[in-house]
């Protein structure tokens, strides 16, 4: 009886694996392996072809000491995730708390609102480059109703970066999704007893629907961290012919590796760029999950 249920645990276990197995595969294979690849390829001038000679810490050693465009991407990427992740971050809750009511059409509202956020990405940023045209955009031509001169958005080096977290607002239909159904969750009878001890709606939000809803803030600001160093597709279709200008301010960090990879090959340098970038956001990470203790409440938690 005993050696029929080992023969049956062991038969379950294979049967475990091989379902398991394609899976496996496909982890080693396509990432695993190139983590590892890259991470030694990263320490040799790999250039995609032919050469692939061990070069040491010369990469690594460049990009910090001799390639000023690497500081000046890593700068366009800082820049655009220290004010894009609050500010969509914040624009989402507002939106989300604006959504949040019992009226009639709601609902059409909130399908309107997070339309954008399931629009193709290439059409979008063609649009976007239609309506910050400076001599017959439509955003320039509404600023010109209050008589103000708008600016020359893509074109001018100091409002490029601004003009691409403008248009990140316009999409943050998927956030307000995530928002609107932790709002939704919150229990009714917080509300009502904050009510009884004379709570106005400004008091409830931020004492009540805020902390409550922290969890999905956490999450989403980690996530929009990590996405924000990882832009790309808007600097290269929306820059000229994706070289990043003018005046290199669209050359995110993303968009150099990319360059120095497909169009220098020099893959190794490139290689040597993204763990550069792994490790970025691996501390930044680690720092936001220390963090988050100290703001981050979960319901029926005691501290």
């Known amino acids: 009886m005993g050696k029929k249920r080992l023969t049956m645990r062991r038969k379950e276990s ?11 595969i496909g982890f080693l294979a396509f ?20 050469q692939m000679d061990f070069v040491g810490a010369e990469n690594y050693q460049g990009l910090f000491t001799e390639d000023s465009l690497f500081w000046t991407s890593l700068w366009n990427t800082l820049y655009f995730v220290i004010f894009s992740v609050p500010l969509t971050t914040i624009g989402a809750i507002f939106l989300s708390a604006l959504l949040n009511q019992d009226i009639p059409g709601m609902r059409i509202f909130r399908t309107l609102y997070y339309l954008p956020a399931v629009l193709s990405g290439v059409g979008v940023y063609m649009l976007w480059m239609q309506l910050l045209d400076p001599g017959t955009g439509m955003v320039n031509l509404v600023l010109s109703w209050f008589g103000i001169d708008g600016p020359n958005w893509l074109f001018d080096p100091d409002w490029t970066k601004p003009s691409i977290i403008f248009m990140k607002l316009w999409s943050v239909g998927g956030s307000m999704l995530l928002y609107l159904a932790s709002m939704q969750g919150v229990s009714k009878s917080l509300y009502e007893a904050a009510e009884i001890d004379g709570a106005n709606t400004w008091k409830k939000f931020f004492h009540i629907t805020i902390p409550m809803i922290t969890p999905v803030i956490f999450f989403d600001v980690v996530t929009s961290l990590i996405g924000g160093f990882q832009i790309f597709q808007e600097a290269y279709v929306m820059s000229n012919n994706g070289e990043g200008g003018p005046a290199n301010s669209l050359l995110f960090y993303n968009l150099y590796m990319w360059k120095q990879a497909f169009t220098n090959f020099n893959m190794g340098y490139a290689m040597a760029m993204s763990w550069i970038l792994f490790v970025i956001v691996f501390i930044l990470t680690i720092f936001n999950l220390k963090l988050a203790p100290r703001w981050v409440h979960y319901e029926g938690e005691e501290k």
């Open 14 to 24: 294979i049967y475990g694996y091989i379902f398991v197995l394609p899976w496996i």
């Open 31 to 50: 990432t695993a392996g190139p983590l590892v690849f890259s991470f030694v390829a990263s320490f040799t001038n790999y250039n995609i072809t032919s």
